[in-house]
């Protein structure tokens, strides 16, 4: 596993990542970067690090940003949220990267502008982002990410408003197995 720890000081946040990835075999050839910083719209976010240098060589290499605070919490720090709620966050934002390694770098400038500019595109990649954490084993941990989330007083409406917009909802979760997923979303 190549992973880079950048501004991320809390070795419990490490170690959450660390147990999340090591269910993520496919992605053990690849640069990950968990990077701490202010993030104005999210909690996390998995992306592609697209440069001229990769663009042209296709060599890929991924970052997940992740913020001091919860999103939408001045007082929320990440490094306070149960393991098991940042285990499951960390499984879901993987389950991105996996997505994306089918990806050109090229490929991946389009892919990030239909998440954009499309609610149905967005809603798909949420929920195949879950899917594929709760393929490697992470049910439990989704669970209870969406239950911490939902319940928290400290955690903004808006926020639960987009975790219940585009992101699979608790009871389809419930439904799903390891091997048989019983839903797939429509892009319209």
Known sequence: MIINFRNVASEKVQDCFKSALSAYHELHDYSITLNQKRIKSSTMQAQPVINLKNILTGIKKYQIKLAVFVSSSSELKVRDIPDKVLVGWFAHELGHIKDYISYSNIG????????????????????????????????????????????????????????????LSREE????????????????
């Open 108 to 167: 991946m400038i389009n892919y990030g502008l239909k998440y954009i500019v499309s609610d149905s595109f967005k809603m798909k990649t949420e929920h195949e982002a879950d899917y594929n954490a709760i393929k490697k084993g992470f049910k439990s941990e989704i669970l209870a990410t969406k239950e911490w989330v939902l319940n928290h007083d400290l955690v903004g409406q808006d926020y639960k408003d987009k975790l219940n917009k585009y992101y």
């Open 173 to 188: 979760v419930e439904l799903c197995n390891l091997n048989d997923l019983p839903f797939k979303p429509i892009v319209e």
